[in-house]
């Protein structure tokens, strides 16, 4: 079965920084670009992040670009998040999300995590 | 990066049709034809049911259908079920390599 499970949520002061995790199942992850997407608390989905399948291109939201480090590791089938200089308006569900077409990337994400919840709050 | 435009809400009965919305720029709708569609119920993690503008991944009803024209492209529900009620969120890909959501869609099935 495919399936991706997030890890690493939690609450955290504004300023500071966490690390989400993705471990990935039931396909080649080395094969497909993922993304992190979220969704704060009764709003709608905002794009985060996505990593190409070789892991050498990344691509970022203007609202997280230089906040934010996507990176995968093919070995251990995770992709994770790194997040710094967090703010409040941060707080959301993130979603890692395996894109549908192997090569492609920014397209349509076909498979998704249930979500690891992030509150920036002191 | 602005976020596409979707109505905020649509409504109908079961066994008639909706459309909704998503309206973008040449930047995004109007110039690729990667636009999808998810479906979200409440506390669930959002489903795909169009990628590439009309196109319906395995296992997802023909009930669903995409369209595009300009920079405006559209998702049609036929025969409208109880269980179709949810959130549905556009998305496409950009000039500037992005991938903004719509707002979002919130469907009532009366």
């Known amino acids: 079965e495919v399936q991706l499970l997030e890890s690493g949520g939690g609450l955290v002061q504004p300023g500071g920084s966490l690390r989400l995790s993705c471990a990935a199942s039931?396909?080649?992850?080395?094969?497909?670009?993922m993304s992190w997407v979220r969704q704060a608390p009764g709003r709608g989905l905002e794009w985060v992040s996505t990593?190409?399948?070789?892991?050498?291109?990344?691509y970022f939201a203007d609202s997280v670009r230089g906040r934010f480090t996507i990176s995968r590791d093919t070995s251990k089938n995770t992709l994770f998040l790194q997040m710094n200089s967090l703010r409040a308006e941060d707080t959301a569900i993130y979603y890692c999300a395996k894109d549908y077409f192997r090569g492609s990337y920014l397209n349509a994400f076909d498979i998704w995590g249930q979500g690891t919840m992030v509150t920036v709050s002191s | 990066q602005s976020a596409l435009t979707q109505p905020a809400s649509v409504s109908g009965s079961p066994g008639q049709s909706i459309t909704i919305s998503c309206t973008g720029t040449s930047s995004d709708v109007g110039g690729y034809n990667y636009v999808s569609w998810y479906q979200q119920h409440p506390g669930k993690a959002p489903k795909l049911m169009i990628y590439?503008?009309?196109n319906r991944p395995s296992g997802v009803s023909i009930r669903f259908s995409g369209s595009k024209s300009g920079n405006t492209a559209s998702l049609t529900i036929s025969g409208l079920q109880p269980e179709d009620e949810a959130y549905y969120f556009c998305?496409?890909?950009?000039?500037?390599?992005?991938?903004?959501f719509g707002g979002g869609t919130k469907l009532t099935v009366l």
């Open positions: 590439e503008v009309s």
């Open positions: 039931g396909f080649t992850f080395s094969n497909y670009a």
């Open positions: 990593i190409s399948d070789s892991g050498g291109s990344t």
């Open positions: 998305t496409s890909y950009t000039s500037s390599s992005t991938l903004p």
